[in-house]
């Protein structure tokens, strides 16, 4: 696999940053409820948008960069839908009023993007420094994809740890003041509950990123292709939140496919790590060569796959149940 030019890599990252600035700067200036067109057509919008993106990787790199990044940006994808129904009790939770749920989601996908990048660069240092790492991702990934497959479902009320922490020592407002995160209570300036709401938001995502980086590491070792997966990835969440609604919860099989994708994915770093690494006790300290070293359009055809058929059999029982009768009490 060729490298990349790095004038390349600057500048996309450099459009990147005005396109997410242009769009927080729309969002702010324009608070409001999208309709399901004005979300539909978003949605499309960065979808093509990093579609474009993998045909320029094409251009200026070769396959395996488009390739991985098609691969990477759909299993980002994937897993940060799971991200919404999060989203959805942490918006009810605080109470966030409709019309301004657009800014608090965009700006905690800027904080989730700081904090991704800052755990992006760790990640990669660890597997250049410690190759052996792939084994505790794939097999974390094994058990996060038993979780999501047979664990209970239960997002609690939508705060975690360090929001809480953060309710004992910062004054908060009882209410909201716009989107504004400063507001003056009786004469006093204090914190609005929009803060606490960006936080809960930004730090949630980096707790799912713990599953989602992992995964993206399986399928490309570059950390440039690793960030604008996630980049494309998280652009267009806030428009999705809007468009899929009530879906969500509707879309009964999707943990399925989720879990899958994580599962196929830790299968392929155990190879991966069992195919490029000498352990002592195993095979007498020798590379298993015989592992197979899973290709990245054959990752991108399972991620594909997975989620096609988890939506589909989700369509499939919301058809099946709204045609069953409803039993009378």
Do not use: C
Not at 18 to 30: E, S, T, Y
Not at 51 to 57: K, P
Not at 210 to 220: E, V
Request: glycine residues 6%.
């Amino acid at each position: 696999m060729t490298q990349l030019p790095l004038a390349f890599e600057i500048v996309s990252l450099v459009v990147l940053v005005v396109i997410l600035a242009a769009d927080l700067i729309l969002a702010f200036k324009r608070p409001h409820v999208p309709s399901f067109k004005e979300a539909t057509l978003w949605v499309v919008f960065y979808v093509v948008l990093a579609l474009v993106f993998a045909v320029l990787m094409l251009v200026f790199g070769d396959g395996e960069h488009a390739g991985q990044f098609l691969a990477g940006w759909l299993t980002e994808y994937s897993l940060s839908i799971d991200n919404l129904f999060v989203f959805v009790i942490i918006m009810a939770r605080f109470n966030v009023p409709r019309k301004y749920q657009q800014e608090a989601l965009m700006v905690g996908i800027i904080i989730a993007l700081v904090l991704r990048g800052i755990f992006i660069l760790i990640g990669a240092q660890l597997i250049e420094s410690l190759s052996w790492i792939f084994y505790l991702f794939g097999a974390f990934l094994l058990y996060t994809a038993f979780k999501q497959a047979f664990g209970k479902h239960d997002e609690g009320d939508g705060e975690n740890a360090f929001v809480r922490l953060l309710r004992t020592r910062v004054n908060i407002a009882p209410d909201f003041d716009g989107a504004k995160v400063r507001t003056t209570f009786d004469g006093k300036r204090m914190f609005t509950p929009m803060l606490i709401v960006f936080l809960a938001l930004g730090s949630t995502d980096l707790l799912f990123a713990l599953d989602s980086i992992p995964a993206i590491f399986g399928i490309t070792e570059s950390p440039f292709i690793v960030f604008t997966a996630n980049v494309f990835a998280l652009m267009g969440l806030r428009q999705l939140y809007f468009l899929l609604g009530g879906l969500l919860e509707k879309l009964v099989y999707l943990h399925y496919g989720i879990a899958f994708i994580l599962a196929f994915i830790g299968v392929k770093l155990v190879f991966h790590a069992l195919h490029d690494n000498q352990l002592p006790f195993l095979n007498g300290g020798e590379p298993i060569t015989w592992v197979p070293d899973i290709d990245t359009w054959t990752s991108l055809a399972v991620i594909v796959l997975s989620m096609t058929v988890a939506t589909v059999a989700s369509l499939l029982r919301m058809r099946h149940d709204a045609k069953s009768p409803t039993p009378h009490p």
